[in-house]
């Protein structure tokens, strides 16, 4: 069974850093694309970053030099480093990832369960 384990998550002070983590675990044949997401109370849940297998990156713009997504594909672990924090960043966050189930595929996306972020000011 396929699962993706989040970790990191907390209570912080604007101007604070947190990094949260991202495992997969179970049973697939390989990792492609994975990202992080965010959905804060009364809204649509947003696109935080993305990193491809080859680790090209993307952005929010609203996260950009602020955040920095990576991966370790040795560990199946994505990471999000959070600096800067500001209290407009308090959501519930959400890792993703592209899964390949067999070396034929099929490839299915997958979901964590969610870290919640709070900033205070």
């Known amino acids: 069974q396929v699962q993706l384990v989040e970790s990191g998550g907390g209570l912080v002070q604007a101007g604070g850093s947190l990094r949260l983590s991202c495992a997969a675990s179970?049973?697939?044949?390989?990792?492609?694309?994975m990202g992080w997401y965010r959905q804060a109370p009364g809204k649509q849940r947003e696109l935080v970053a993305t990193?491809?297998?080859?680790?090209?990156?993307n952005y929010a713009d609203s996260v950009k030099d602020r955040f920095a997504i990576s991966r370790d594909n040795a560990k199946n672990t994505v990471y999000l480093q959070m600096n800067s924090l500001k209290p407009e960043d308090t959501a519930v966050y959400y890792c993703?990832?592209?899964?390949?189930?067999?070396?034929?595929?099929?490839?299915?996306?997958?979901w964590g369960q969610g870290s919640q972020v709070t900033v205070s000011s």
């Open positions: 993703n990832a592209l899964l390949i189930d067999a070396s034929t595929g099929p490839v299915r996306r997958y």
């Open positions: 179970g049973s697939f044949f390989s990792i492609g694309a």
């Open positions: 990193i491809t297998s080859g680790s090209s990156t």
